[in-house]
C-alpha cells in the first residue's frame, strides 16, 4: 500500500512552458485534492475532485487545470508557466470510511522552480 | 467562508518545555478540526482531529488538543517537547457541509533546541 504518491519530485521550467504533475493513491478515495504550499501562507487549495470524472476551482485556480479520468489518479497541469508559479505542490486523498473518516492523506510534495 | 488563523508564525523552546499553539477558526456551522504536523523534508501526516464528543482529544507523540467552542479554538498542547518535535504544524478545519475542503492555517514553525 504506497499510500499517495506524486511525480515528478523535482522539476524547473522556463516560463511559458507547459507540465503536468500526477497524483496516485491506492486507497480507493472518492475525494483528491491538489494545494500549492508558499512560505507563510499554509496551504491553498487549488482544486480538488469528489469523484471520478469531477472537478472542481479552489481557492487559486488561476494557471492550472485538472482531470479525475481514473479514480485513483488526479492530474495537474500547468498550461504556460509563470515564475509565480513556483512553489511545492501537495496531492492528497480523503477517506470517508472508517477510523480515518475525513482525514487527508499527502503526498511526499513535488517542488517546482519556474524560471 | 472559513478561516484558520495560528498566532505563533515561529516557536522556539528548549527541550522539555511546555508546548501551546494557538489555532483560531471563524465559521457558524459544526466543523471538523485537525493538526498536521510537517517534519522537515516531508509531507504533512494527521497529528490529530476532533469530530465530536470530548473536547479533549488527543493524537500521537503525546500530542493534545482543546477544542472550545465559545472561544473558536483548537489549542494544541504538549506537556514536554523534544528536539524530534521541531516541525511545522497546520491547523485546519473542514465545515461539515463544504464537501471535505479544509483552509489551513499559515502554520507555525516550531524549533525545539536540544
Known amino acids: 500500500n504506497a499510500g499517495v504518491t506524486q511525480t515528478p519530485k523535482f522539476r524547473v521550467l522556463k516560463t511559458g512552458q507547459s507540465m503536468t504533475l500526477l497524483c496516485a493513491q491506492d486507497m480507493n478515495h472518492e475525494y483528491m485534492y491538489w494545494y500549492r504550499q508558499d512560505p507563510g501562507m499554509g496551504l491553498r487549495l487549488i482544486h480538488y475532485s469528489v469523484g471520478e470524472g469531477t472537478t472542481a476551482k479552489g481557492e487559486v485556480p488561476d494557471g492550472y487545470n485538472v482531470s479525475r479520468l481514473k479514480k485513483q489518479n488526479f492530474l495537474l497541469g500547468l498550461e504556460s508557466a509563470a515564475p509565480s508559479q513556483t512553489s511545492v505542490y501537495f496531492c492528497?486523498?480523503?477517506?470517508?470510511?472508517?477510523?480515518?473518516?475525513?482525514?487527508?492523506?499527502f503526498g511526499p510534495g513535488t517542488r517546482l522552480t519556474v524560471l | 467562508a472559513q478561516s484558520v488563523s495560528q498566532h505563533n508564525h515561529h516557536v522556539i523552546l528548549s527541550e522539555a518545555a511546555s508546548l501551546e499553539l494557538g489555532c483560531n477558526y471563524s465559521y457558524g456551522g459544526t466543523v471538523n478540526l485537525f493538526w498536521y504536523v510537517q517534519y522537515p523534508g516531508q509531507h504533512l501526516q494527521l497529528l490529530l482531529k476532533?469530530?465530536?464528543?470530548?473536547?479533549l482529544v488527543k493524537g500521537i507523540k503525546g500530542f493534545e488538543a482543546e477544542f472550545i467552542k465559545s472561544k473558536f479554538s483548537f489549542n494544541l498542547r504538549k506537556p514536554s517537547v523534544q528536539w524530534s518535535d521541531t516541525a511545522e504544524y497546520f491547523c485546519?478545519?473542514?465545515?461539515?457541509?463544504?464537501?471535505?475542503?479544509?483552509?489551513f492555517g499559515d502554520g507555525t514553525t516550531l524549533t525545539v533546541k536540544p
Open positions: 492528497a486523498s480523503r477517506d470517508l470510511q472508517g477510523s480515518s473518516y475525513n482525514e487527508q492523506f
Open positions: 476532533y469530530f465530536s464528543g470530548d473536547p
Open positions: 485546519a478545519v473542514n465545515a461539515v457541509t463544504n464537501a471535505g475542503k479544509s483552509t
